[in-house]
């Protein structure tokens, strides 16, 4: 069954660095989201994106955040200048659209340590 | 704004019960409800959806089922093992993106 892929696993990286995290969707996906979830926190919904845009934004995702689809295939989440508070798990996750009964995918997640 | 709110926040059962699991939300205006099981420090697997117009949904030994109009969905597992503990969330997709609850993480002695 095809997977929605995140690399790295785990990153760990200083305060004030620009970290990305990638992810690879499933490849007849349209819809592609990213949501994090700080430790022992409930999973937070970040953004979405569909056809090359961002179609919706929490009041998480500030201008430190960035996401950007640069082929086919990759879907990524930058965060420019990390803080203390960004360490979590961070999870991507695509949809093909087919109404009510369309699942969101999920894949393993990067747990980024900022440190 | 959608709030979903899930309720034991914890339950430790002994191996064999059946048990429930809880969830509420309060915008009925959804197109589907998923529940999802996540291990400790690892991703989310996807067990059940349903979609907004059905009443419940069966996979194995796990049923749920939805009351749109009271804003509630329940997870009912049969015949608990040890195998089943986890932290088990239940997220709601509606006019935004999917909004989880915080989850109830479930604990089955042998």
């Known amino acids: 069954e095809p997977e929605v892929t995140q690399t790295p696993s785990h990153q760990v990286t200083q305060m004030g660095q620009e970290v990305i995290l990638r992810c690879v969707p499933i490849?007849?996906?349209?819809?592609f989201y990213w949501y994090r979830q700080i430790l022992g926190q409930k999973v937070e919904f970040l953004v979405s994106?569909?056809?090359?845009?961002?179609?919706?934004k929490s009041e998480i995702f500030d201008d430190q955040f960035s996401v950007e689809r640069p082929d086919g295939s990759n879907f990524t989440l930058k965060i420019r200048s990390t803080k203390l508070e960004d360490s979590a798990m961070y999870f991507c996750?695509?949809?093909?659209?087919?109404?009510?009964?369309?699942?969101?995918?999920f894949g393993n997640g990067t747990r980024l340590t900022v440190t | 704004k959608q709030e979903v709110t899930q309720i034991p926040a914890a339950l430790s059962v002994p191996e064999g019960e059946n048990l429930v699991l809880n969830c509420s939300f309060t915008?009925?205006?959804?197109?589907?409800l998923q529940w999802f099981r996540q291990d400790p420090g690892k991703g989310l697997t996807s067990l059940l959806l349903?979609?907004?117009?059905?009443r419940e949904q069966t996979s194995g030994r796990l049923n749920a089922s939805l009351d749109k109009s009271s804003g509630r969905s329940t997870l009912y597992i049969a015949a608990s093992q040890p195998g089943d503990s986890a932290t088990y969330l239940c997220?709601?997709?509606?006019?935004?993106?999917?909004?989880f609850g915080k989850g109830t993480t479930l604990s089955v002695s042998s």
């Open positions: 996750a695509s949809l093909f659209p087919a109404g009510e009964g369309s699942p969101l995918h």
């Open positions: 490849s007849n996906h349209l819809y």
């Open positions: 994106f569909y056809n090359n845009e961002i179609s919706e």
């Open positions: 915008d009925s205006a959804i197109y589907n």
């Open positions: 349903i979609q907004s117009s059905q």
């Open positions: 997220a709601v997709a509606g006019r935004t993106a999917l909004i």
